[in-house]
């Protein structure tokens, strides 16, 4: 049973910087990629970033790219979202993402409806 464990959400001010954390708890030796989305009240789940979990390469949407930054450290099974010059529209709760049994590597920005999901973290960008 897989599990996904975000953290490193709260307030920030615009232009500010934190980083998010997910915690894989399964068996990372099978997991091809993973990545972050995030999703605001009365809007669909967005995709934030991926990356591949063996080589590293990384995926971003156009709304991030330039000022998140994702990576991973495969000893510690662990995927991190840094989130540097925040924006008030990047506020909404961010969810951890792990393609789903069968999926391999995802179809990151898009995502599956066994993929694996987190609890989610909020994140607030507020002058």
């Known amino acids: 049973q897989v599990q996904l464990a975000e953290s490193g959400g709260g307030l920030v001010q615009i232009g500010g910087s934190l980083t998010l954390s997910c915690v894989h708890s399964g068996r990372t030796s099978s997991v091809a990629a993973m990545g972050w989305f995030r999703q605001t009240p009365g809007k669909e789940r967005e995709f934030v970033a991926a990356i591949s979990w063996a080589e590293g390469a990384t995926f971003y949407s156009d709304a991030v790219k330039g000022r998140f930054r994702i990576s991973r450290d495969k000893a510690k099974k662990t995927m991190y979202l840094q989130a540097n010059s925040l924006m008030r529209e990047d506020t909404g709760v961010y969810y951890c993402?792990?393609?789903?049994?069968?999926?391999?590597?995802?179809?990151?920005?898009?995502?599956?409806?066994?993929?694996?999901w987190g609890q989610g973290t909020q994140v607030t960008v507020s002058s």
């Open positions: 993402n792990s393609p789903g049994p069968g999926q391999g590597s995802g179809g990151y920005p898009n995502y599956n409806e066994n993929d694996y």
